[in-house]
Every structure is written in C-alpha cells, then in structure tokens.
C-alpha cells in the first residue's frame, strides 16, 4: 500500500519533463493530512472530505496514514530496510512516551497557526518536509543524472533528452540535508521517532489513534512476553513485560504481527481477552492481508535496491551534491573567463526600489500566500520557467523557504497558471480559466529612465517592450529612437520585461509586487486593416 | 565501468572538453563550415497569393530546386522563429505547415539529416508544441532539438563585426553543411521588423548583449560570421503591430506573401516593403548593406515576381 502512495508523490517531485497531468498530481498531494487540513480551514464547507476521510480512516484502522500515505513515514521504512541491512541484530526497545514534548510542540504548531503563522507547519509537516527534500536534494540529483544522459545521448545526435537548468538554493538545500541527516539518525538510533516526538501529525493522529476500532491487541494467554516483538517495533511502543501497546505511537506497520511465533498479537477490533472465536478468525484473515502488506513493502524496498536512480538517492547524494557544487564553481568561471569582451556597455546607475516581493498569481495577497504556504516546494518543480523559487527570510524569518517570483531566474508564462492548479494547500488558489489569470496583477513594472541602455548608449534595445504580453511596456519615438513607457493599468507583473532588460548591474525596469493582487485592464485591441493581396508587390 | 564512475568522468571530461572548446575561436576554426552562397537565376523570388507550402513549392523551382543548396548526403539545420508561446493564428512563429513542406523538399534532395531549432524567448517546450512546429516538423522526419541550454552554444569570434566582435553559437550551425533561415516577418518593438537577420538572435546565446551594445548593429554585425544558404520569409500571416509578440489576432493581417532569396540584406529589403515601410528606415538593414552583407537596391536586383 505505501508503494501506491510513496511512488506517485516522488514521480510528482521528480518529473522533470512534465509529463504527469496535474489533476493526477492533485490528487497524491491532496491527500496529505496538512494540505487537506489547511483545504479544510480555508473552504470548510467544500474542502472537507478529504479532512475527515483521513480522520475517519484513523478512527477506525489506527495511523495508516503514517504507515503508508505520509512520505516522510515511508521514507524513513526505506531508510530503516536499509539500516536493518546494515545491521541485522538491530533491536529497538520499550520507551516512555516523550509526553511533554510531542504534545507542547502540537500545541504550539496549532496555537501559532491560529495566531496567523505557519512556520511549524511548515518546518515539521512530514510532507512538506519531504516536498523539501525531494524538491532539494532527490530531484538535483535526478537533473544530473538527466543531464547527463543527455549529453551522452546528444553526442550520438539523439536529441530524446534535453538537459534542464538546476537551480541550488542554498538555505533550503541545508535544511533539507539537515533534516535528512538528522531523521536518518533518528531512524537509525530510536526508529520512527520523528513521528512520535516532533510531527504534528503524528502526534495528533496518535491522539485520535488511540481510540482506533480496529488495533493491534496481544493475547495475553497465549503471549509468552518474549519481548520479541518489543524490540521490532519501531515506534518503540510495545512494552512486551507488561503486555501493553501505547496505541498512540503505533504507526500501523504489522512487524509484531510477523515476528510473533506464538502468534499472540492479532489486528483486530475486539479486545481478544473477550475470547470470541468468529472475530479471532475473521482476525487471522487481515492478519494474512497484512502479512501480505508487509511483503510488498519488502518488495518495495527491494525495487528500490533495483533501481540505480531512486538508491543513489539514498548513497550518493551528498556524493553528487559534491561534483554539482564543484561543477558550478568551475563551469561559470571558464565561461566567464571565456566571454570577457571589451567593454563597450556603460553600467546602470541607480538601483531598483523594490517595496514588496511578488507572489504568483492565485496567491490573492501575501498575507494569504504567507498564511497557507508550507513551503512543500511543489509549485518551485512544476514551474515551467523556474520564475518561482523558494526564499530563505524574505517573508520574514517566521515564513521560511516560501517560494517567491524571482524575475531574475524566469518570468511568468503568460499562458500558464500551473501553480495555481498544483498548489495543495490554496495558498496559491485555483484560477479558473487562463483569460483570468491574464488580468491578475501580481505587481507592476517601474521604469527607471537613468538606467535603460536606449538612454545611457543612444542605441534601440526595447527587450522589455518585445517581452511585455500585454503591451503594458510601449515605445515612444524620441529622436530617432524608441523609448519605452509603462502603462501601470495593463500591466499584470510577469516580469518578462525585468527579466529581459539587460542592463548592469540593476535593471532598467522591474517589477514591485502587488501586497494585495489586483485586476488589470484589457489589453488594447485595435483592429488592423484587411490588405487587399491582389495590389502588385511594392517592389 | 560503474555507473557512478561513468558519470564521474563524463563531468570531468565534459568540463575538459569544454574549456577546450571556450577557448576563443577554437570551434570555429576546428569543426565550423563556410556558408556556400550558391549562384542562382534570380536573385530574389516573390511570391503571393497561394498556402505557405505551395508557394514555396513554386517559388523554390524558380531558384532550381533545394537541390541546389542541398546536396545528397548532408546535414540542414532550418531555423524558424519559435519565440512565443502562442499559437500559430497569431503569426507571432513561422508558420508551421511551411517548416515542413522544407524539410520534405531537403529529403527528396537527399538530405541525411535534418534539424529544427530556436533559442525561444518563452519556456522552449511550451513554444515548440504551441507554434505547432515541432510537430509538422517531425511528421517530416526532422529531428527537433532544444535550444536553450547553454551547453549546446560554442564560442566563435566575429572578426568583422562593429560592435559584436564574438559570441556563442548553437553547435548545429556550426556543424551543419546546410543552414536554411526561415523568419517571420513580422512589427518589432526594437529592431521594428524582425526578419531574416533578426532571426539569427535565436541562434546566439546571450542576446542581452546584443541589447546592450548597439542592437542594429549587432543584428548586422553576426552574418558577417556566417549567412544563412537560403533566406525564407513566411509573409502569409503578418503581426502588423505590437510585435514581436502580439497581443491579439487583431494585430495580425493576411498577406498570403513569401520572399525567398539567398541575400540576406536583399531578403529583408524586399520583406520591409511589403510591410510598409522603406528598407533604409530600418537601421540594421542599412548596417548590414554598409558592411556589404548583400544588397538593399532592389531595383538592381533580378527579381521573379509570382502569383499563384
């Protein structure tokens, strides 16, 4: 089961050409607890479904989500296959419940969230964490190989690949490299611990898991309190002397049921002390279903050694992260090297006055896209133009790694609103139509005269008019030249024109951002004259 | 090998081989070909009134036939305007059932190969599926190729260049016997009409620099490095105003016309009057005439005007 939820969410992260649709992407993200709660609490009376389904399926199974639809849980499992393979005598223990930190922590996720900060959220939700990581790390890792591949196959003259731009964002990057550290070692010093002591989801789930329907129960008659399935827990829930499970750290993966010998621990919904013999049977039937379960997470994970792309992630990460960052050093420099010219182009001269970063359209305002980003980085990936990349304390340092429009990198496609459709928590909320999201104003070009090249070096350059969907940069004879001018009310602030403007060090025109959207006016429409095509050529 | 090795050492060797290949001029001294310039009957065909494809089936004849330009065995790369991520009613790209009408005509005269590719202004991918041409171009058999990752783009020096003495070239220019240049003609907020030499910005890598330094003549400054064999201009569909990129179909009007010629300052001229407007009001065609690139005097020209 974890396989039917793990892979699709890693391909969402990883598809660098693009080719799942998006309403299939929708669907994998959707379901994660954060995004469905956050749904939730902006639209609670069209967003619930998804809320209480998952709620309902805890009321009833226990933390399935945390055993197969959370990534992060099913990350840490492939780290803890790995771990048990490394070391096959690994054994954990009974521990104490870290009570007071796990529920401080809930308390202070949801009490700063309803101050109006998502930052633990966004810090500590398990998939936006692993959104991070994958987005960060795993999916760097596949534009190399990607590049790679490519190159080999364009010196065939096979032209199947093409290689992608890897943008490095650095504090990001670290903090996922940080937390994949640390819940690897988590993983490997207290098992899913992560999920016990510091997610709020986890811990929540706990709460409600504890009154689950259907639990794992052992059958004190016939256990020999072996402490066998004691020390394969992995939540280190178990306490195998006393005969006791704390059901709100269970995480729902079934290795006690298999390691049993004496067969006295069964998933059931009925206390087995009532001894009675039809749900005993009906037990040992989901109790094959789980085994079964188990085995295809072993499959799973042996897929996983299979695949040379999706191990190295777990090996070879930090190894290729080494080359990309050499590589990055080295490669710009010999290109700079190469392309010193002699300078003809006089520097720009004042800088821009940007007030506010730009937030992508469906945002609505920063306040809203601030509330409601977990920073999943979902829209940073599927950003065609790489115009949205993650910050680092822009926002503030309570609005961590909350992706912007960086003009610098890409601009925004005029025929595009991929990152309303994705967004899984509405922070970046569905546009309906495309005409629409070509009248939301997200910002609004300034041009600074002093700056532009058609002023400082008498020359025609209007980059900025060529880019500017909406004719919003027009160009006004001057002399023999043409020099651009802004007409604020058509303008929707793509960035096109700041991203094309190539002047240095600052640009000639840029983009301030709108704090709250607004809605530009239509473009001016004027009808050309029909050319009568039988007159003779003019020549 | 292993695996990791093998990628290893591709980087290393990737960044042995391309600080090889940025040293100034070494890739177009050691792999570049000469453009031919073929010598033909006329020295410009216009043509009206007739589809894109079947104009160009009859204005070619009249040059004797791509097989002329194109001989048996060898590589054409043709590079068309791609630069928008609209579709083709807006004549913001050239039109895509011309793109592969050419690239038939190049493999019946036995073309190897045959590329298409434009270092595009939008998102790349977006641009070659809306403009349509990537797919009329592979129904043709062309191989479509990206242009917007820097690896593929060789530094070249511009001897004869005012004000662009060197720049980066996308390697199947520089590799390919045969370069088929086929711009739209279209308004231009900066160049005001992007042609022939126009297009040629989309197969450089860093054209802020061209902006930046004196763009008219930098537009004639680069075919000093290399002109295209064949200059098509597709005429059909014109974007009259707020080009390059257009707002609405209302900037576009009918033509129905198509200039093709092997000079490129000639190509231009004439596609200038068509739209209007004198050859010698647009700077960087008188730039490209002062430097001798071709000729902007239509009247001294031979000229075959067709009608369909």
């Known amino acids: 089961m974890s396989v039917v939820f793990f892979v699709p969410i890693l391909i969402v992260f990883l598809d660098l050409a693009d080719l799942v649709p998006h309403d299939m992407k929708l669907v994998f993200t959707n379901i994660q607890f954060i995004p469905a709660f956050l749904n939730f609490v902006q639209n609670p009376l069209v967003d619930f479904a998804i809320f209480f389904l998952l709620i309902l399926i805890t009321l009833i199974f226990g933390r399935i989500y945390c055993s197969s639809i959370c990534p992060l849980g099913v990350l840490q499992d492939i780290v803890y296959y790995f771990v048990l393979k490394i070391n096959k005598r690994k054994r954990f223990l009974y521990e104490d419940p870290k009570n007071i930190f796990r529920y401080s922590l809930l308390i202070i996720s949801v009490v700063v969230f309803v101050a109006g900060n998502i930052l633990l959220f966004n810090l500590l939700d398990p998939y936006s964490l692993f959104g991070k990581m994958s987005a960060n790390l795993l999916r760097p890792v596949a534009m190399i190989i990607n590049n790679g591949a490519a190159s080999v196959l364009t010196s065939f003259d096979i032209y199947m690949l093409y290689p992608v731009d890897i943008f490095f964002h650095l504090p990001v990057f670290l903090f996922s490299l940080a937390m994949l550290v640390f819940i690897v070692w988590l993983v490997t010093k207290k098992g899913r611990l992560y999920c016990n002591m510091i997610c709020p989801v986890g811990t929540f789930l706990g709460l409600i898991s504890r009154y689950s329907i259907f639990k794992i129960r052992i059958v004190e008659d016939d256990c020999t309190s072996c402490k066998v399935c004691e020390k394969k827990c992995r939540a280190m829930c178990i306490d195998s002397n006393r005969q006791v499970i704390d059901y709100s750290r269970c995480v729902d993966c079934f290795d006690c049921i298999s390691a049993c010998s004496s067969k006295a621990i069964i998933f059931t919904a009925k206390n087995p002390l009532e001894k009675n013999a039809p749900i005993k049977t009906e037990s040992v039937h989901i109790k094959l279903d789980m085994s079964r379960d188990n085995s295809s997470i072993k499959k799973l994970n042996n897929k996983k050694l299979e695949n040379p792309k999706e191990s190295s992630t777990i090996d070879n990460s930090k190894r290729d992260f080494v080359k990309t960052v050499i590589a990055s050093f080295t490669l710009p420099s010999l290109i700079l090297r190469a392309t010193e010219t002699p300078k003809v182009y006089k520097n720009s001269t004042i800088a821009e006055d940007k007030n506010y970063l730009v937030t992508p359209p469906g945002a609505g305002s920063i306040e809203h896209f601030n509330d409601y980003c977990t920073a999943c980085n979902l829209c940073v990936t599927a950003c065609p133009t790489k115009v949205l990349q993650p910050t680092f304390i822009e926002y503030g340092i309570f609005n961590l790694f909350q992706p912007k429009m960086d003009y610098h990198k890409g601009f925004c496609n005029f025929e595009c609103k991929i990152c309303s459709d994705i967004c899984p928590t509405d922070a970046i909320r569905k546009i309906n139509s495309l005409d629409e999201k070509k009248l939301v104003q997200i910002g609004k070009a300034h041009f600074i005269r002093e700056n532009c090249v058609v002023i400082t070096q008498g020359t025609d350059c209007g980059a900025c008019n060529e880019h500017c969907p909406t004719k919003a940069v027009k160009m006004i004879p001057e002399d023999k030249l043409l020099v651009p001018k802004v007409e604020e009310d058509l303008c929707i602030g793509c960035g096109a024109c700041e991203h094309a403007c190539p002047t240095k060090p600052y640009k000639a025109i840029y983009v301030d951002g709108n704090p709250i959207h607004l809605t530009a006016k239509k473009p001016i429409v004027e009808k050309q004259k029909v050319i009568d095509t039988t007159e003779d050529f003019p020549f | ?308």
Not at chain 2, 175 to 204: C, E, Q, W, Y
Request: aromatic share 8%; net charge positive; with cysteine.
């Open chain 2, 1 to 308: 090998m292993k695996r990791r090795d093998f990628i290893s050492k591709g980087i290393v060797g990737g960044i042995a081989a391309g600080s090889l290949l940025s040293i100034p001029g070494f890739y177009s001294k050691a792999i570049a070909r000469p453009s031919s310039v073929q010598k033909t009957d006329y020295d410009l065909v216009a043509i009206k009134n007739g589809e894109p494809e079947v104009m160009f089936d009859s204005a070619i004849k009249e040059l004797g036939g791509i097989g002329k330009f194109v001989k048996k065995g060898q590589s054409v790369v043709i590079k068309p305007n791609i630069g928008w991520d609209v579709v083709p009613e807006k004549a913001a790209n050239t039109n895509p059932k011309l793109i592969k009408r050419i690239v038939e005509h190049c493999f019946n005269a036995g073309a190897k190969d045959v590329y298409v590719f434009d270092h595009t202004c939008d998102d790349w991918k977006r641009c070659y599926s809306s403009s349509e041409i990537e797919k009329y171009a592979k129904d043709a058999g062309a191989k479509v190729v990206p242009g917007n990752t820097e690896s593929y783009y060789q530094e070249v020096k511009i001897p004869k260049g005012k004000s662009l003495k060197k720049d980066k070239v996308h390697e199947l220019i520089l590799s390919s016997d045969v370069f088929i240049n086929v711009p739209v003609l279209k308004s231009h907020g900066s160049a005001r009409l992007t042609i022939s030499m126009k297009n040629l910005m989309g197969i450089v890598w860093d054209r802020g620099y061209w902006h930046r330094n004196n763009l008219q003549q930098c537009i004639a400054d680069f075919p000093t490095f290399r002109k295209p064999d064949l200059n098509i201009v597709d005429a059909y569909s014109v974007m009259k105003q707020n080009g390059p990129r257009g707002v609405s179909l209302a900037d576009v009007v009918v033509m129905k016309s198509q200039i093709i010629s092997t000079d490129i300052v000639a190509a231009d001229a004439a596609a200038a009057k068509l739209f209007g407007i004198e050859p010698a009001d647009i700077p960087h065609i008188q730039n490209a005439f002062e430097l001798g690139l071709g000729n902007i005097d239509l009247s001294k020209l031979n000229i075959k005007r067709l009608v369909v």
